[in-house]
C-alpha cells in the first residue's frame, strides 16, 4: 500500500470484523451448551472433538487488529502520547464500565468487596472473556516499537514475517510440550497466565501489519491462492477433530489443554483459514456494491462498526441465553446437540442488537467505545 494523504475505504475490513466477532461469540456460546450437557455422553464428547475448530476466531480478531491499527498509524508521523491517550481512553472507559457492570451483577457483602472485585477484574481481566482487552492495552504500549521495527527494517518485512513465524511456533512448541513439566507457580502473572500476554499473539498483530504495510501485493497473493487456502483450511478443520483425540488418548492431557489454542497445529490452521476468510472478505468488496441485497451490506457495516461492543457486551446474551436453557429437562444432550445452531443464532442477534442499542442511544455509546457527542441546540 503506498503512503496517501487519502484514506481508501476497505469494505473487505468490515467483513473480516463482523465475521471474526460472530466468530467469537460462535466459540463462546458452543461453551456454554458443553456445559449444559453431560459429560460422559456422546454428545458432549462431538462438541468438545469438533470445538477446538472455531478457535481460529480469537485469531483472526487480532490479525485485524493488526491490519487496522497499522493502515491508521503506519503512514503517517507518529505521535506516540497522542497514540497512547487516544487508543488507552477509547478502551479504558468502555473495559472500567463493563466490569463495573459485571461485577456488579454478582453478589457482594459491602462496597468495599464490590470495589475490591472490580479492581481485580479491572487488573487481571480474568473473567467474562475481559482477556483481549488485556492483550490490546499491552499491543497498544508496544505498538510504536512495532511500527519502528517495520520502518527501520524497510527493506527485510518478509525477513520479519518468518522471524515471527518461527518464533511463534517455537514458543507454542514449548507451550504444549514443555510448559506442563514446569511449576509457574511463582513466575509473574502474565508469564504464568500466557494467555493474556501479547506476546503469544505477536505473529498474528506482524501479520495484519505486513498486510496493511504490503496490502496491494498481499491482495494479489490471496487472490491467486485463495483454493490453496480454502482446501487447505477444510483439511485443517477436520484436522482439529484428530487433534483432539491424539491430545486426550495419547497425550492424556487435560480437556483444558486439549482445547487450547496455543498448539502448533492450531497455529497452522489459524493462518491458512485467516488467508480463505480475507478472500472472502476481498470477493464481499467485490460483489457489495452490485450484487448484495442493501440489508447485507447494512448488517455488516454496522457490525463492523459494533464489533468491539458486540466482544464486551457478549457476557449479557450469553447468560441470559444460560438461564433459558436452564429450564431444559435434563439429559437432553442431543436436543442441545441439534438446537445448537438455532442457539447460536439467537445469541448472536441479541449480542448485535444490544450493541446496535448502544450505538445508536446516548448516552450508551461510551460502553461500545463510540460515545455520541452530543449537540448543543442554539436559540435564536
Not at 76 to 96: A, D, E, N, S, T
Not at 134 to 161: A, C, E, G, N
Not at 177 to 196: H, R
Request: hydrophobic content about 50%.
Amino acid at each position: 500500500m503506498q503512503q496517501s494523504n487519502k484514506r481508501i475505504y476497505l469494505f473487505e475490513v468490515d467483513f473480516f470484523r463482523i465475521v471474526f466477532i460472530l466468530g467469537v461469540l460462535a466459540n463462546h456460546t458452543t461453551t456454554l451448551v458443553t456445559h449444559k450437557i453431560s459429560t460422559h455422553s456422546m454428545p458432549y464428547e462431538i462438541l468438545m472433538a469438533t470445538h477446538i475448530s472455531l478457535h481460529f476466531t480469537r485469531m483472526g480478531f487480532m490479525f485485524v487488529t493488526g491490519l487496522v491499527l497499522f493502515m491508521n498509524n503506519y503512514f503517517k508521523p507518529m505521535q506516540i502520547l497522542k497514540f497512547w491517550k487516544k487508543r488507552y481512553l477509547g478502551v479504558l472507559i468502555p473495559y472500567l464500565s463493563w466490569t463495573a457492570i459485571l461485577t456488579g451483577a454478582e453478589n457482594h457483602s459491602s462496597l468495599g468487596d464490590f470495589l475490591e472485585n472490580w479492581a481485580h477484574l479491572s487488573v487481571y481481566a480474568d473473567n467474562y472473556y475481559m482477556y483481549y482487552i488485556l492483550v490490546t492495552m499491552q499491543l497498544y504500549l508496544i505498538f510504536p516499537l512495532i511500527v519502528w521495527l517495520f520502518k527501520r527494517f524497510l527493506s527485510y518485512h518478509h525477513m520479519i514475517v518468518i522471524i515471527s513465524a518461527v518464533v511463534q511456533l517455537g514458543m507454542l512448541v514449548f507451550i504444549k510440550y514443555q510448559l506442563p513439566n514446569i511449576d509457574t507457580s511463582g513466575w509473574p502473572y502474565l508469564l504464568k497466565n500466557y494467555g493474556f500476554n501479547v506476546f503469544v499473539y505477536q505473529f498474528y498483530f506482524i501479520m495484519g501489519g505486513y498486510a496493511a504495510i504490503h496490502y496491494q501485493e498481499f491482495v494479489v497473493f490471496i487472490r491467486k491462492w485463495h483454493i490453496w487456502f480454502g482446501v487447505s483450511s477444510l483439511v485443517f478443520a477436520c484436522g482439529t477433530v484428530l487433534l483432539y483425540f491424539y491430545n486426550v488418548h495419547v497425550l492424556n492431557l487435560t480437556l483444558n489443554k486439549a482445547e487450547e489454542v496455543h498448539q502448533p497445529f492450531i497455529f497452522i490452521y489459524d493462518v491458512v483459514i485467516i488467508g480463505y476468510i480475507v478472500w472472502l472478505g476481498l470477493r464481499y468488496a467485490d460483489l457489495r456494491k452490485n450484487y448484495l441485497p442493501k440489508w447485507i451490506t447494512n448488517f455488516v457495516a454496522i457490525g463492523a462498526k459494533i464489533s468491539f461492543g458486540i466482544y464486551l457486551s457478549q457476557t449479557l446474551p450469553l447468560a441470559l441465553m444460560f438461564v433459558l436453557l436452564s429450564s431444559l429437562p435434563s439429559g437432553n444432550g442431543w436436543v442441545l446437540l441439534v438446537m445448537l445452531p438455532f442457539i447460536y443464532i439467537i445469541t448472536a442477534l441479541m449480542g448485535y442488537a444490544l450493541s446496535y442499542f448502544f450505538y445508536k442511544v446516548p448516552p450508551f455509546g461510551f460502553l461500545i467505545g463510540r460515545p455520541q457527542h452530543i449537540r448543543k441546540v442554539v436559540r435564536t
